[in-house]
């Protein structure tokens, strides 16, 4: 590789980030970083209909969390400012109308009824394509059917135009993707897309070839449903800034439903209970919010370990990755040239390894979040992590640790009564009648003495010890889930732990 490897993420903000959006950047970023590259995230905002309020922000937030943070973007500034199209707008129109003057575009001034009454004319033909291109363009109503003094009055009459480009039929267009190899395409089914609209905005093909141009882009990692449009935009390099000059690309992919039948989409998340974008987003319009892996309970070391196995391995049997690790390993060739199956059932597996795997410290402080949000008061950190520790290999999400640990933080307000009930009896009620007291002797409170005193207090009044570990659990937790319970009582500690019992000893009424 001799140029800088520069690559760029180039998201159109128009919504909540899919995954499929999420494992681009993680493609395009692994890569940078392996190659001491540039990642450059560029927001391609040219299509005001379809544009989102907040959705630029959201984006960034998504990267923030998952930790791919760009070289260059509008957040981060850089030396080939600005990068959000809607502010490079008067830098394309000169690339339009040089295509024109070397003839390869051309002015397009029809109207939507004309477009409309052209399609109608293919269908009625039975032509199988209703596409504006070099079998229908003589018939249109633009500069290359039209005399100059004719286009030229039109344009001083300021009628709305676009520019289209001229694709030449029989002619063959190649290049080779990174992960699919060689690629033809025929000329013949290639239409004349716009490249610059009525409002003075570029689409797409002509801002994307523009910019990566500019900003010096080495390789493009894409979605696959662009794949299409490749002869186009290679086109647009060879008439533009010469072949040589064009990235690298590879066309990544798609993420499909579980069953493998098309690409998973936010209404397949939706309807099978998952979901699909990276953080909750909230539609503005409708105030509707998608639920995101964050705030399901997502780690995001595990949510980037899913997204690089999904569709790319490294030719051994690892599945767990850190960043790290996909850094030294990941290599664009050996991602697959299929579309990858999501399963969630395995991405909640690879959240449950990464709780297991993390310090603990490294995600205490999401989970106190979640407690306080649940209404917990003056949580000690020290004893939170704790907790975490005795819990952890009982979570898949991080808001499993509320179900999994709320009762260290607060007491039960329910007792499993059924599970106590056949057992109980006044031994019993006496038994932990004196354990209150002798908890009040323990010098040294952890869960090797007070499993002592427990032990030494059954084995004296010749009770069965499972039994009667069976009811302290529901004294202190409320039902019979939990770690180990002299570890909880530890945990909680001895005020507590006495608290408990006395008010479960009032509570039980048989
Ligand atoms: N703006 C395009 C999209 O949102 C970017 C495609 C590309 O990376 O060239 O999919």
């Known amino acids: 590789m001799t140029k800088k490897v520069r690559v760029r993420f180039a998201p159109s903000p128009t919504g909540g980030l899919h995954l499929g959006g999420v494992r681009t950047v993680l493609f395009n970023y692994l890569f940078a970083k392996k190659h001491n590259g540039d990642f450059i995230v560029r927001i391609e905002d040219t299509d005001q209909a379809r544009y989102v309020a907040g959705a630029e922000e959201y984006i960034f937030d998504c990267l923030e969390w998952c930790g791919l943070h760009p070289n260059e973007s509008v957040a981060h500034g850089g030396p080939y400012a600005p990068y959000r199209q809607s502010e490079r707008k008067d830098s394309y129109k000169k690339y339009a109308e040089q295509l024109i003057k070397d003839g390869h575009a051309y002015y397009a001034f029809d109207t939507t009824e004309e477009l409309e009454a052209m399609r109608e004319k293919l269908k009625a033909k039975g032509s199988n394509s209703l596409q504006y291109d070099h079998r229908i363009r003589m018939e249109m109503n633009n500069s290359l059917r039209l005399l100059p003094e004719e286009t030229q009055q039109l344009l001083d009459t300021n009628t709305p135009y676009v520019i289209r480009i001229k694709i030449n039929p029989n002619e063959s267009v190649s290049f080779t993707d990174m992960i699919r190899g060689d690629i033809n395409f025929d000329t013949n089914y290639v239409d004349d897309k716009v490249l610059l609209k009525a409002d003075g905005m570029p689409t797409y093909h002509l801002a994307v070839v523009v910019d990566d141009y500019l900003m010096k882009i080495s390789h493009a990692f894409r979605g696959e449903e662009w794949l299409p449009s490749a002869p186009v935009h290679i086109l647009l390099w060879k008439y533009l800034f010469g072949l040589h000059e064009m990235p690298q690309w590879a066309h990544l992919p798609l993420i499909l439903k579980p069953d493998g039948n098309g690409k998973l989409s936010k209404r397949d998340g939706d309807r099978l209970g998952f979901p699909v974008y990276a953080m909750d987003w909230k539609d503005p319009k409708t105030s509707e919010i998608t639920k995101g892996f964050k705030e399901l309970g997502f780690l995001p070391e595990a949510f980037i370990n899913l997204l690089a196995v999904l569709g790319w391995n490294d030719g051994s ?114 038994f932990f009648n004196v354990l209150m007291s002798k908890c009040a002797d323990v010098q040294i409170w952890d869960a090797v003495a007070i499993e002592n005193v427990f032990k030494t207090l059954a084995t004296e009044k010749k009770l069965k010890i499972g039994e009667l570990q069976m009811i302290f659990r529901i004294i202190l937790v409320g039902t019979k889930m939990g770690p180990q319970v002299f570890a909880i009582a530890e945990t909680i500690g001895k005020q507590e732990t006495t608290d408990r019992i006395n008010n479960a000893l009032h509570h039980f009424y048989f």
């Open 317 to 430: 049997e690892q599945e767990i990755f850190t960043m790290e690790e996909l850094i030294d390993k990941f290599s664009i060739e050996r991602v697959h040239k299929g579309g990858a199956k999501f399963d969630f059932e395995k991405a909640k597996w690879f959240n449950h390894e990464w709780i297991k795997k993390l310090a603990v410290d490294s995600y205490m402080m999401t989970v106190k979040q979640l407690f306080v949000q649940k209404g917990v008061k003056n949580i000690d950190e020290g004893k939170l992590t704790k907790v975490i520790e005795l819990v952890k290999d009982r979570c898949t999400l991080l808001t499993d640790f509320w179900e999994q640990g709320h009762f260290f933080f607060t007491p039960p307000k329910t007792f499993d009564e059924a599970s106590i009930q056949p057992k109980w009896d006044e031994g019993k009620k006496e």
